[in-house]
């Protein structure tokens, strides 16, 4: 017997159906399948669900698809590209409820797919016959598309008291005038005097009644279509304005973001950190300094000088890294500099033979930054930025500039920012960031995402030219930056922005709650943290545990390695904080590029690809042992888990336990976790998983190699997306091969909540961001229902971009039409 699917934008619509249509048959039951709503409450379609209800219904005669309007075709017929094994499949236009009636009782009775096929088209025809037999016709309900009425033409034919007005527009909605622009062009003249048609100039279809949604949806107008609108009787013109108004407006759907006002490329603005600015434009010019040559007293007034700027920017510095929290180590480079011997003797000599302190620190800076700047090796350039900010800090303080801050409240337009500048910015007054180089995954961004100042990166230099004061709007969810934007769209962003402040306070409200799907799945949402004081911020937050403790904040900005008292001293201040609850301490994640200064390393060419994380600490495992012994004192008495970094081969795992077991011969118990951020050790998750307890992927670093795209590197910001179908095909292994052991994922997209559904649906069960991010995060699981959430994932998997990706995020829930 043939199977039947429903396919529809809403669950209770299709079960009702389904319901009318059993109550039809008698003895013998047919198979139906729904795949209707993107759950039981939410309107939508989904081709992988359909897909998935073709094979369940499909008994080897064949399967009849029925589906309602829009979209519901689109992805049954996207969803016959997705059937993994071969089924004979008809889609069927037939009305849904008197088609699958129709179909059902015929194929009880055992007909085959073409009978049952033609039956169902045929359904509508006795409805039909009796309302045109009926005296209250109006002689336009029975009329299919395409039936030829004519249109009115400009006053042609028109009485006296009639007006008649004709237009032609072209529709430039992406996906044509589907389901709800339908919709809202009929809402638009409902109590509309005259009579509107519509006829597709383009195919030749029509006319049609405007006031009719299925009647306007089934002109087939798409994309770039010329639709001619006319109007007969009372307020004729009025009707057909309102038409064109309309379509201008692409029927007031919403509109993919602008990416910007300007030509700044095809690529960016990329979002950087999320929230809502809008604003003043506040550029910040870099600093021009008007540096004397000749010293001010003696030499070594000069020299004392020089030394007190030094310990002033010191001071500041260490500051900023307190301030930065988790990126604390981002600030290690400007402060080595800062007692660089080789640049302090260079400096001091110039100052002995008579050169100004302000001129010989800024020929030293100027002539190290020139210097690594011409190797071209990104690592090396972000060193000169680097040399480049210090510099300008000294002379700063040496020249008594005060430097550029913003005053009032305002959006910061740079070409780029130190990390210093950006951990400078008071939250307060800056409302906004907008970069025209820079990516979201660089150190500064990963500042200002900290501290909830919005952001967009990679904007274009066009940016640079914006008047100061002129107003700017920013959506560092989307990447959306409008300059100067007009009354609508500036009160679209503040809407926006309330919307976001609103949810923020009832987010924050509820972040000590679990964060329980709809479908009753609770997922952990953990805390990435450095500090007691970010410990703190994670338990006010809502903290199931702190999932991503990064313990390198203890050995960066020294000159030797914290011994074990010191360190079991933090790890029990974390711990203190976190009160009980589970705290997971990833081992010294350095080398490569962040050396420590007592850890001599040969110098690498590709320090992202050499000797870091786990690799470093096995080669030193002294370092490893003293490490793992502190943490073992503290998990005496509390909740510990042991995360390595950068692991890629069992062997590094096993030295691990060898030397856990050696040290720690009482600690069997300590739960143990690897990081998941090389390939290689997603594709071969498996071989791991009898060895941990649990699996964190680090998103960051596993984005960076899979894509080959350096995670600091702006120039390939727009390839380094989490969300390319390749990386979550990695996450996917790893959630496949994992077995019992449990998977978080501690990188930057578990805090980015339209990423949230596909990492639950490829079977994530923690997520562990930044503090100020967990309420949101809780917040959105809380929307979610699981069982959607694998179609969401299983769909993404099957695209070809993260683009694509992303718009099918986007679309899912609210995919009428
Ligand atoms: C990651 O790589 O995703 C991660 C969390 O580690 P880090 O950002 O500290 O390299
Ligand atoms: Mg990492």
């Known amino acids: 017997m043939i199977g039947i699917v429903v396919v529809s934008h809403s669950f209770s619509l299709a079960r009702a159906a389904v319901e009318l249509a059993t109550e039809m048959l008698h003895d013998q039951q047919v198979r139906i399948e729904i795949a209707a709503g993107l759950d039981a409450t939410t309107l939508g379609t989904d081709a ?127 996906h044509g005038l589907h389901a709800r622009p339908a919709a809202r062009l009929v809402t638009e003249l409902r109590g509309c005097r005259a009579k509107v048609r519509l006829r597709n100039l383009t195919t030749g279809t029509g006319p049609v009644s405007a006031a009719s949604l299925s009647r306007v949806a089934a002109l087939g107008a798409l994309a770039g279509h010329r639709l001619e609108v006319s109007a007969t009787g009372l307020d004729a013109q009025a009707a057909v304005a309102r038409v064109i108004g309309l379509a201008a407006r692409r029927f007031d759907e919403i509109a993919e973001p602008e990416m910007s006002v300007s030509a700044s490329g095809p690529t960016g603005p990329f979002p950087a950190s999320p929230g809502i600015g809008i604003g003043p434009a506040w550029p910040l010019v870099s600093s021009e300094f008007d540096i004397p040559q000749q010293p001010t007293g003696t030499l070594d007034d000069e020299w004392a000088r020089f030394a007190q700027a030094l310990a002033t920017v010191q001071t500041e510095i260490t500051a900023a890294s307190r301030r930065a929290g988790s990126a604390s180590g981002i600030f290690e480079a400007h402060l080595l500099l800062l007692e660089d011997e080789e640049l302090l003797d260079t400096v001091r000599r110039e100052i002995d033979t008579g050169t100004s302190a302000a001129a010989a620190w800024a020929g030293a800076l100027d002539a190290a930054a020139a210097e690594v700047q011409q190797l071209s090796d990104d690592y090396q350039r ?36 130190t990390p210093a500048q950006v951990a400078d ?6 409302i906004g960031i907008i970069l025209a180089q820079g990516s979201s995954t660089s150190h500064s961004v990963i500042l200002a995402r900290a501290s909830g100042i919005p952001a967009v990166v990679g904007a274009g230099s066009w940016v640079l030219e914006v008047v100061a004061g002129t107003t700017v709007a920013l959506d560092g969810g989307t990447g959306r930056l409008v300059v100067a934007p007009d009354g609508s769209t500036l009160a679209e962003f503040e809407t926006l922005a309330a919307e976001q402040r609103a949810r923020l306070r009832a987010d924050a409200a509820a ?27 994670a338990k006010v937050s809502g903290a199931d545990l702190a999932g991503l403790v990064r313990t390198e904040f ?77 943490i ?92 390319d179908p390749g990386v979550l095909r990695l996450i996917d292994m790893v959630c496949r091969g994992a077995g019992n052991a449990r998977v978080a994922v501690c ?69 009428v039409g």
Do not use: W
């Not at 683009?803 to 995020?809: F, I, K």
């Open 511 to 537: 972040a000590n709650q679990p964060a329980t799907t709809l479908d009753g799945v609770e997922v952990h949402v953990a805390a990435n943290i450095a500090s007691v004081a970010e410990a703190v911020a």
């Open 425 to 430: 910015l008071d939250p307060a007054s800056v």
């Open 48 to 174: 992988v669900a359909v897909a998935q209800a073709i094979a369940a219904a499909d008994s080897g005669d064949g399967v009849l698809v029925l589906m309602d309007l829009g979209s519901a075709v689109l992805s049954a017929e996207l969803a016959l590209d997705l059937l993994a094994a071969p089924h004979r499949v008809r889609l069927c236009g037939a009305a849904i409820v008197e088609g699958l009636i129709t179909a059902s009782v015929c194929a009880s009775g055992g007909a085959g797919l073409d009978e049952v096929a033609s039956e169902a088209e045929n359904a509508l025809l006795g409805k039909r016959t009796q309302l045109r037999s009926s005296p209250t016709d109006s002689g336009e309900a029975g009329e299919p598309v395409g039936g030829g009425e004519p249109a009115s033409e400009g006053g042609g034919g028109a009485s006296d008291d009639l007006e008649a007005a004709v237009a032609v527009f072209t529709v430039e909605n992406e």
């Open 382 to 417: 972000t060193r000169a930025a680097d040399l480049r900010a210090v510099r300008d800090q000294v002379l700063g303080s040496l020249l008594g500039h005060v430097r550029e801050t913003v005053s009032s409240v305002g959006v910061v337009i740079a070409r780029d920012l």
């Open 554 to 630: 203890l050995f960066l900005g020294r000159d030797h390695a914290p011994d074990i008292d010191e360190q079991e001293h933090a790890y029990l201040g974390i711990a203190g904080a976190l009160e009980g609850r589970r705290i997971v301490l990833r081992t010294l994640d350095v080398g490569g590029d962040k050396p420590l200064p007592y850890v001599p390393q040969r110098a690498e060419a590709n320090p992202f690809l050499g000797v870091r994380g786990i690799r470093l600490t096995l080669e030193r495992p002294q370092l490893l042992r003293d490490q793992l012994t502190a």
């Open 747 to 815: 990188g930057e997209v578990a805090a980015d909540p339209a990423a949230v559904p596909i990492l639950l649906g490829l079977g994530v069960t923690e997520l562990s961001v930044a503090p100020p991010s967990i309420p949101t995060i809780k917040a959105a699981i809380r929307q979610l229902d699981l069982s959607v959430c694998i179609r969401l994932a299983t769909h993404a998997l099957q695209c070809g971009t993260a683009a694509e990706v992303r718009r099918a995020l986007s679309n899912a829930d609210a995919h």
């Open 632 to 723: 073992g004192r503290v998990a005496a008495d509390n909740p510990v888990s042991v995360l390595l970094p950068m692991v890629t081969d069992l062997t590094e795992l096993q030295a691990v336990r060898k030397l856990l077991a050696d040290t720690l011969p009482q600690a069997a118990n300590l739960e143990v976790g690897i990081m998941v951020e090389v390939p290689a050790t997603a594709a071969k998750t498996a071989a791991f998983a009898d060895h941990v307890d649990f699996f964190s992927i680090g998103t960051n670093d596993l984005t960076q190699y899979a894509l080959a795209a350096e995670r600091g590197n702006d120039a390939v910001a727009a390839l380094a997306d989490p969300l």
